[in-house]
């Protein structure tokens, strides 16, 4: 069935460092692709997504870039900052699904002043 | 604030007791999604509702079942309870069933099984 695997964590960085978080799927046609982001306390809530190949989500700096030959979808930052600390999820939605999600096991990121 | 609403934020009880969280979906949104967050299972799809019929069912155990209301708020209902049955349930609405693929999730119910 269809799975998304995430780099384990925690990820700990200082503030202003390059973040990569790595994200791979498997999936039979072509389903859309997200991160989403949980803050402490907080339920999940849409970071970016992509819904065909190549093509590039973004949001408050940060991007990932749907990759169909890799079956990848890796979250960057140029420079994060304290306020990024929260867990993030890879999901995609299969093809021909309607909104059920399935999502990677999450990867928390730390980040120190 | 997403605009979903779960109750009771903590559940604290014992084996094979049963219990019943509530979720109230953004205005306007006609599907409800229910999600079980655990240390070792990760989240996990329980099942969705749209307009209150069931349209889609995950790793729902038959210790548990759902339902959406008129007023489209919806109840989970977990019984028999078990130790494993410990998580966070996050409820998750969205307007419609095929769409943007954009849920907006509450802040959870945390339920502890002793």
Not at chain 1, 30 to 35: A, I, R
Not at chain 1, 43 to 58: F, H, N, P, R, V
Not at chain 2, 20 to 42: E, H, I, K
Request: glycine residues 10%; hydrophobic residues 35%; negative net charge.
């Amino acid at each position: 069935g269809d799975s998304v695997t995430q780099m384990e964590g925690p990820v700990t960085l200082s503030e202003e460092a390059f973040l990569t978080i790595n994200c791979t799927y498997t999936a039979t046609g072509y389903p859309s692709l997200f991160w989403y982001v949980q803050y402490p306390g907080e339920g999940l809530q849409l970071l970016l997504k992509a819904t065909k190949a190549d093509d590039k989500g973004s949001n408050k700096g940060f991007e990932a870039t749907y990759r169909k030959e890799t079956t990848s979808f890796h979250l960057e930052k140029g420079s994060v900052q304290v306020s990024d600390s929260a867990v993030y999820f890879c999901a995609l939605r299969p093809s021909l699904a309607g909104n059920m999600l399935t999502f990677g096991g999450g990867t928390r990121l730390m980040v120190k002043p | 604030d997403s605009g979903v609403t779960q109750t009771p934020k903590h559940l604290i009880t014992a084996t094979g007791q049963r219990v019943t969280l509530r979720c109230s979906p953004r205005s306007g949104d006609l599907s409800v999604y229910w999600y079980q967050q655990s240390l070792d299972q990760g989240l996990q799809f329980l099942i969705q509702y749209y307009n209150g019929e069931e349209r889609a069912k995950g790793n729902i155990l038959e210790r548990f079942s759902a339902q959406q209301f008129p007023d489209l708020h919806s109840e989970l209902n977990l019984s028999s309870l078990e130790l494993g049955d410990s998580a966070l349930y996050f409820c998750a609405s969205s307007v419609e069933d095929h769409g943007s693929g954009e849920l907006f999730f509450g802040e959870g119910s945390r339920l502890t099984v002793l």
